[in-house]
Protein backbone atom coordinates (compact mmCIF):
# COMPACT_ATOMS: atom_id res chain seq x y z
CA UNK A 1 0.00 0.00 0.00
CA UNK A 2 2.74 2.18 0.73
CA UNK A 3 3.28 2.60 -3.47
CA UNK A 4 0.22 3.95 -3.78
CA UNK A 5 -0.55 7.83 -3.13
CA UNK A 6 -3.92 8.88 -1.25
CA UNK A 7 -4.65 9.92 -4.39
CA UNK A 8 -4.13 6.46 -6.13
CA UNK A 9 -6.61 4.96 -3.16
CA UNK A 10 -9.16 7.37 -4.09
CA UNK A 11 -9.18 6.43 -7.60
CA UNK A 12 -9.23 3.32 -7.20
CA UNK A 13 -12.01 3.07 -4.39
CA UNK A 14 -14.28 5.18 -6.66
CA UNK A 15 -13.84 2.44 -9.41
CA UNK A 16 -14.57 -0.61 -7.14
CA UNK A 17 -17.41 1.32 -5.36
CA UNK A 18 -19.40 2.24 -9.16
CA UNK A 19 -18.60 -1.13 -10.31
CA UNK A 20 -19.72 -3.02 -7.25
CA UNK A 21 -22.72 -0.32 -6.78
CA UNK A 22 -23.88 -0.34 -10.24
CA UNK A 23 -23.62 -3.87 -10.68
CA UNK A 24 -25.99 -4.31 -7.73
CA UNK A 25 -28.04 -1.55 -8.93
CA UNK A 26 -28.68 -2.47 -12.61
CA UNK A 27 -28.72 -6.68 -11.89
CA UNK A 28 -31.06 -6.26 -8.69
CA UNK A 29 -33.22 -3.53 -8.50
CA UNK A 30 -32.94 -2.52 -12.03
CA UNK A 31 -34.07 -5.68 -13.33
CA UNK A 32 -37.57 -5.44 -11.50
CA UNK A 33 -38.03 -1.92 -13.36
CA UNK A 34 -38.20 -3.42 -16.47
CA UNK A 35 -33.98 -2.48 -17.97
CA UNK A 36 -32.31 -4.24 -20.59
CA UNK A 37 -31.97 -7.67 -18.13
CA UNK A 38 -35.62 -7.78 -16.93
CA UNK A 39 -37.07 -6.85 -20.48
CA UNK A 40 -35.15 -9.83 -21.93
CA UNK A 41 -36.21 -12.11 -19.23
CA UNK A 42 -40.16 -11.57 -20.16
CA UNK A 43 -39.02 -11.94 -23.73
CA UNK A 44 -36.88 -15.74 -22.45
CA UNK A 45 -40.43 -16.70 -20.30
CA UNK A 46 -42.48 -15.82 -24.52
CA UNK A 47 -39.52 -18.01 -26.03
CA UNK A 48 -39.96 -20.85 -23.67
CA UNK A 49 -43.49 -20.87 -24.10
CA UNK A 50 -43.39 -20.93 -28.03
CA UNK A 51 -40.82 -23.98 -27.61
CA UNK A 52 -43.47 -26.34 -25.38
CA UNK A 53 -46.01 -25.80 -28.51
CA UNK A 54 -42.81 -27.46 -31.24
CA UNK A 55 -42.58 -30.48 -31.92
CA UNK A 56 -39.13 -29.99 -33.64
CA UNK A 57 -36.77 -27.91 -31.27
CA UNK A 58 -33.76 -27.48 -33.22
CA UNK A 59 -34.03 -23.81 -33.56
CA UNK A 60 -34.21 -22.96 -29.97
CA UNK A 61 -31.11 -25.28 -29.30
CA UNK A 62 -29.44 -23.53 -32.21
CA UNK A 63 -30.41 -19.93 -30.26
CA UNK A 64 -28.88 -21.10 -26.92
CA UNK A 65 -25.58 -22.78 -29.03
CA UNK A 66 -25.31 -19.52 -30.79
CA UNK A 67 -25.41 -17.88 -27.68
CA UNK A 68 -22.43 -20.02 -26.80
CA UNK A 69 -20.44 -19.08 -29.21
CA UNK A 70 -20.96 -15.19 -27.80
CA UNK A 71 -19.37 -16.76 -24.57
CA UNK A 72 -16.49 -18.64 -26.21
CA UNK A 73 -15.85 -15.79 -27.96
CA UNK A 74 -15.07 -13.48 -24.55
CA UNK A 75 -13.77 -16.08 -22.77
CA UNK A 76 -10.90 -17.00 -25.45
CA UNK A 77 -9.99 -13.17 -25.77
CA UNK A 78 -9.69 -13.20 -21.69
CA UNK A 79 -7.24 -15.92 -21.89
CA UNK A 80 -5.34 -14.04 -24.75
CA UNK A 81 -5.48 -10.45 -23.10
CA UNK A 82 -4.09 -12.39 -20.06
CA UNK A 83 -1.11 -13.69 -22.21
CA UNK A 84 -0.59 -10.38 -23.13
CA UNK A 85 -0.77 -8.55 -19.78
CA UNK A 86 1.76 -11.50 -18.48
CA UNK A 87 4.21 -10.87 -20.57
CA UNK A 88 4.54 -7.08 -20.27
CA UNK A 89 4.54 -8.17 -16.61
CA UNK A 90 7.74 -10.02 -17.66
CA UNK A 91 9.07 -7.56 -19.44
CA UNK A 92 8.35 -4.51 -16.68
CA UNK A 93 11.79 -2.20 -17.43
CA UNK A 94 11.10 -2.51 -21.11
CA UNK A 95 7.63 -1.55 -21.00
CA UNK A 96 8.36 1.61 -18.48
CA UNK A 97 10.71 2.77 -21.09
CA UNK A 98 7.85 2.81 -23.61
CA UNK A 99 5.65 4.40 -21.06
CA UNK A 100 8.33 7.12 -20.24
CA UNK A 101 7.55 8.04 -24.31
CA UNK A 102 4.29 8.42 -24.42
CA UNK A 103 3.01 11.88 -24.01
CA UNK A 104 0.86 12.75 -20.75
CA UNK A 105 1.60 9.66 -18.99
CA UNK A 106 2.63 9.76 -15.43
CA UNK A 107 6.13 8.67 -14.52
CA UNK A 108 5.60 4.78 -13.12
CA UNK A 109 8.11 2.53 -11.20
CA UNK A 110 8.26 -1.42 -11.50
CA UNK A 111 6.21 -1.94 -8.86
CA UNK A 112 3.48 0.73 -9.19
CA UNK A 113 3.31 -0.42 -13.22
CA UNK A 114 3.49 -4.58 -11.91
CA UNK A 115 0.59 -3.66 -9.47
CA UNK A 116 -1.46 -1.73 -12.38
CA UNK A 117 -0.97 -4.43 -15.01
CA UNK A 118 -2.16 -7.22 -11.64
CA UNK A 119 -5.18 -5.17 -11.78
CA UNK A 120 -5.88 -5.66 -14.99
CA UNK A 121 -5.30 -9.81 -14.76
CA UNK A 122 -7.72 -9.70 -12.49
CA UNK A 123 -10.29 -8.35 -14.17
CA UNK A 124 -9.94 -10.27 -17.13
CA UNK A 125 -9.83 -13.23 -14.83
CA UNK A 126 -12.86 -11.97 -13.26
CA UNK A 127 -14.44 -11.77 -16.80
CA UNK A 128 -13.17 -15.57 -17.98
CA UNK A 129 -14.86 -17.03 -14.86
CA UNK A 130 -18.08 -15.10 -15.79
CA UNK A 131 -18.00 -16.02 -19.27
CA UNK A 132 -17.50 -20.12 -18.25
CA UNK A 133 -20.16 -20.40 -15.87
CA UNK A 134 -22.12 -18.87 -18.41
CA UNK A 135 -21.33 -21.28 -21.32
CA UNK A 136 -21.69 -24.32 -18.95
CA UNK A 137 -25.51 -22.60 -17.70
CA UNK A 138 -26.29 -22.91 -21.76
CA UNK A 139 -25.38 -26.05 -22.15
CA UNK A 140 -27.67 -27.01 -18.72
CA UNK A 141 -30.40 -24.96 -20.92
CA UNK A 142 -29.76 -27.17 -23.78
CA UNK A 143 -30.12 -30.70 -21.79
CA UNK A 144 -33.28 -29.57 -20.50
CA UNK A 145 -34.63 -28.37 -23.51
CA UNK A 146 -34.07 -31.71 -25.06
CA UNK A 147 -35.84 -33.70 -22.56
CA UNK A 148 -38.87 -31.60 -22.38
CA UNK A 149 -42.02 -33.76 -23.72
CA UNK A 150 -43.02 -33.35 -27.73
CA UNK A 151 -45.66 -31.02 -27.84
CA UNK A 152 -48.15 -33.90 -28.37
CA UNK A 153 -47.01 -35.53 -25.42
CA UNK A 154 -47.67 -32.12 -22.51
CA UNK A 155 -48.04 -32.89 -18.84
CA UNK A 156 -49.29 -30.68 -16.52
CA UNK A 157 -45.72 -29.46 -14.72
CA UNK A 158 -44.27 -28.72 -18.37
CA UNK A 159 -45.28 -25.13 -17.95
CA UNK A 160 -43.56 -25.14 -14.67
CA UNK A 161 -40.52 -27.01 -16.17
CA UNK A 162 -40.72 -24.24 -18.83
CA UNK A 163 -40.26 -21.75 -16.47
CA UNK A 164 -37.01 -23.21 -14.75
CA UNK A 165 -35.18 -22.84 -18.08
CA UNK A 166 -36.15 -19.43 -18.34
CA UNK A 167 -34.85 -18.56 -15.15
CA UNK A 168 -31.58 -20.43 -15.76
CA UNK A 169 -31.26 -18.63 -19.76
CA UNK A 170 -31.57 -15.47 -17.89
CA UNK A 171 -29.28 -16.39 -15.03
CA UNK A 172 -26.53 -17.60 -17.60
CA UNK A 173 -27.10 -14.12 -19.55
CA UNK A 174 -27.18 -11.90 -16.32
CA UNK A 175 -23.82 -13.82 -15.43
CA UNK A 176 -22.20 -13.11 -19.25
CA UNK A 177 -23.57 -9.97 -18.66
CA UNK A 178 -21.53 -9.26 -15.71
CA UNK A 179 -18.08 -11.17 -17.47
CA UNK A 180 -19.10 -7.88 -20.45
CA UNK A 181 -19.53 -5.86 -18.19
CA UNK A 182 -15.77 -6.45 -16.66
CA UNK A 183 -14.51 -5.42 -19.99
CA UNK A 184 -16.09 -1.80 -19.77
CA UNK A 185 -14.28 -1.60 -16.29
CA UNK A 186 -11.19 -3.15 -17.81
CA UNK A 187 -11.43 0.09 -20.68
CA UNK A 188 -12.04 2.35 -17.43
CA UNK A 189 -8.64 1.58 -15.79
CA UNK A 190 -6.51 1.79 -18.42
CA UNK A 191 -6.59 5.34 -17.55
CA UNK A 192 -4.86 4.48 -14.35
CA UNK A 193 -1.65 4.42 -16.34
CA UNK A 194 -2.16 7.84 -17.13
CA UNK A 195 -3.65 9.40 -13.52
CA UNK A 196 -5.52 9.10 -11.03
CA UNK A 197 -8.20 11.45 -11.89
CA UNK A 198 -8.21 9.89 -15.64
CA UNK A 199 -9.50 6.38 -13.91
CA UNK A 200 -12.13 8.33 -11.83
CA UNK A 201 -13.27 10.56 -15.03
CA UNK A 202 -13.38 7.61 -17.03
CA UNK A 203 -14.91 5.80 -14.18
CA UNK A 204 -17.81 7.74 -14.37
CA UNK A 205 -17.72 7.72 -18.34
CA UNK A 206 -18.25 4.13 -18.42
CA UNK A 207 -20.99 4.02 -15.75
CA UNK A 208 -22.71 6.60 -17.58
CA UNK A 209 -22.47 5.26 -21.14
CA UNK A 210 -23.50 1.48 -19.89
CA UNK A 211 -26.76 3.26 -17.72
CA UNK A 212 -27.94 5.21 -20.66
CA UNK A 213 -27.55 1.68 -23.25
CA UNK A 214 -29.46 -0.39 -20.25
CA UNK A 215 -32.13 2.18 -18.47
CA UNK A 216 -32.61 4.45 -21.69
CA UNK A 217 -31.71 3.48 -24.73
CA UNK A 218 -33.63 2.81 -28.48
CA UNK A 219 -32.72 -0.92 -28.33
CA UNK A 220 -34.76 -1.27 -24.79
CA UNK A 221 -37.58 0.77 -25.88
CA UNK A 222 -38.00 -1.38 -29.01
CA UNK A 223 -38.23 -4.43 -26.71
CA UNK A 224 -40.63 -3.05 -24.54
CA UNK A 225 -42.58 -1.99 -27.61
CA UNK A 226 -42.01 -5.76 -28.84
CA UNK A 227 -42.69 -7.23 -25.90
CA UNK A 228 -46.43 -4.84 -25.16
CA UNK A 229 -47.74 -5.91 -28.74
CA UNK A 230 -46.79 -9.40 -28.22
CA UNK A 231 -48.84 -9.07 -25.20
CA UNK A 232 -51.99 -6.84 -26.99
CA UNK A 233 -52.15 -9.51 -29.49
CA UNK A 234 -52.63 -12.05 -27.26
CA UNK A 235 -49.61 -13.78 -27.20
Same mark, same amino acid.
Given at each position: ??? $?S????? +? ?13 Y?? &?????KA???? @??? %???? +? ?20 ? /?? @???? $?????I??? +?? =? ?5 ? @???A???? %??? #? ?5 ? #?? %?? &??R =? ?7 I????? $? ?9 ? /????? +?? &? ?6 D?C ?32 A???? #?????? /? ?10 R !????? /? =? ?9 ? !???G?
Amino acid at each position: MSH $FSNLDLI +AIGYFLILWIGYTFYAD &ERGAKKANLIG @TMA %EHRD +AWMLRMLGRDNRMVDLQIVRNL /TR @TGVF $FASTSILVL +AG =LITIMGA @TDKAIIIF %ENL #PLVSRLG #PL %EL &ELR =LAAMCLIFIYAFFK $FAWSIRQLSYC /TIQIG +AM &EPSSELKDDCNIRCGYISQLATLAAKHSNRGLRSYYFAMALLAWFLH #PFALIA /TTTFVVLVMYRR !EFRSK /T =LQILRDSLSSS !EADGG
